[in-house]
């Protein structure tokens, strides 16, 4: 049921005729009584920043943080459309509040798609009205496909915590980088919480998944993440509540990973020993968007002086007498030499699915880890225009 999966919400997925291949691209998570429940949202840093994130972020603000609806399509970013996109994300928040009579600033908006191009609103509108009567408690798996672009499979979660429920739907293979990585996520509590409570553990749980998360290097202009409570199961605790939403985005970020355009690894990279938790996260993001490291994981190559190398030039403190390199637990460089090594054992590791990767600089206590994936023939034929 994922997004639906806490009680107190309801949800739908159609094919309103965005996409034209005829796929679900129109989506709807609502509050199952129709009234405004506490939300919180985290968005794209990005400059260029899409309207339907303006008119959410407009929204949130206006309403102290009360949402009763979220709408979202698929196909089409409405993004870089100038004041046309905005009045067509306020349009579409209309024309759900006026099908659920709430007020139009208690309905948020997401798009994600091609950039530059204006919403066809005359199928957006002619979808909305059917889209909100379909919805209902066992919507959530209709509502995570309607949001798939160039995803394989949809992505949704639920987190069974101690008298409450967090679930949730995600979309993203392309456009991974944060600060979130094109990416939308909607998650849904019953854990009663104000909007302050639900945005401390929503912020919380971004930082350590979705901004952990870098495919490819490029930050989406719609990037969005939120979260509703009906607060049905009453008051939580908030490390409690923290730590569940913390793990469903975390769940949802791996499955980006696991979908992302053509790739055929999921790269778990840490560095260790650096003389800060941000130098360490600096260093994991750079050697992640290096084209020569994914093409060596895509290659099955543990060419761990591209590596090396990365770290030695992305300015952050290093030692090359100090570093050392792990596949898959297999010290393979130490001290900035090649040591002895399982030759076999590493190439085994090499060709499974998800590797593991370890940097030590030997420098201090700093910590980083990036969730990341190989580069291939694929992602450039996925990218090469947008037909």
């Known amino acids: 049921m994922s997004v639906t999966a806490a009680p107190g919400f309801t949800a739908a997925g159609t094919a309103a005729g965005i996409k034209e291949s005829g796929a679900r691209d129109l989506a709807l998570v609502a509050v199952a009584d129709g009234r405004p429940a506490p939300a919180a949202g985290v968005f794209t840093r990005n400059h260029m920043t899409a309207a339907p994130v303006l008119t959410t972020k407009a929204h949130l603000a206006a309403s102290g943080g009360q949402a009763a609806a979220v709408i979202l399509n698929s196909g089409n970013a409405n993004a870089a459309t100038g004041e046309k996109g905005c009045a067509d994300a306020e349009a579409m928040c209309d024309l759900v509040a006026a099908e659920l009579g709430v007020d139009r600033h208690h309905v948020l908006v997401c798009s994600t798609g091609l950039i530059g191009i204006p919403l066809p609103m005359a199928v957006v509108e002619a979808g909305i009205a059917p889209l909100v009567a379909a919805r209902s408690e066992h919507g959530g798996e209709a509502a995570a496909a309607a949001i798939m672009t160039t995803d394989t499979a949809s992505k949704e979660v639920v987190v069974e915590a101690e008298g409450f429920v967090v679930g949730g739907m995600a979309k993203g293979a392309a456009m991974l980088s944060p600060n979130m990585a094109t990416m939308l996520a909607v998650l849904t509590t019953d854990a009663a919480a104000t909007p302050a409570q639900l945005q401390a553990a929503l912020t919380a749980g971004v930082a350590d998944s979705f901004n952990a998360l870098d495919v490819d290097g490029c930050t989406s202009t719609n990037d969005t993440v939120l979260l509703l409570s009906s607060g049905r199961a009453g008051e939580v605790d908030q490390v409690q509540l923290e730590r569940a939403v913390a793990a469903a985005c975390a769940d949802l970020a791996a499955q980006m990973a696991g979908d992302a355009e053509g790739a055929t690894k999921v790269v778990r990279l840490t560095v260790t020993g650096a003389h800060s938790d941000d130098e360490a996260?600096?260093?994991?993001?750079?050697?992640?968007?290096?084209?020569?490291?994914?093409?060596?994981?895509?290659?099955?190559?543990?060419?761990?002086?591209?590596?090396?190398?990365?770290?030695?030039?992305?300015?952050?403190?290093?030692?090359?007498?100090?570093?050392?390199?792990?596949?898959?637990?297999?010290?393979?460089?130490?001290?900035?030499?090649?040591?002895?090594?399982?030759?076999?054992?590493?190439?085994?590791?090499?060709?499974?699915?998800?590797?593991?990767?370890?940097?030590?600089?030997?420098?201090?206590?700093?910590?980083?880890?990036?969730?990341?994936?190989?580069?291939?023939?694929?992602?450039?034929?996925?990218?090469?225009?947008?037909?």
Not at 299 to 311: C, E, H, M, T
Not at 317 to 336: M, N, T
Request: glycine fraction near 14%.
């Open 281 to 387: 996260q600096a260093g994991a993001r750079y050697v992640a968007r290096s084209q020569l490291v994914k093409c060596s994981w895509y290659g099955q190559d543990p060419y761990w002086g591209r590596i090396a190398s990365d770290l030695g030039s992305c300015g952050i403190a290093f030692d090359q007498a100090l570093v050392s390199v792990s596949y898959g637990g297999i010290e393979v460089c130490r001290g900035g030499v090649e040591v002895d090594h399982d030759r076999e054992a590493v190439a085994a590791h090499m060709a499974q699915r998800h590797l593991e990767i370890a940097v030590d600089l030997g420098l201090g206590a700093g910590r980083g880890t990036i969730l990341t994936n190989d580069l291939t023939h694929a992602y450039i034929d996925e990218n090469m225009g947008t037909s």
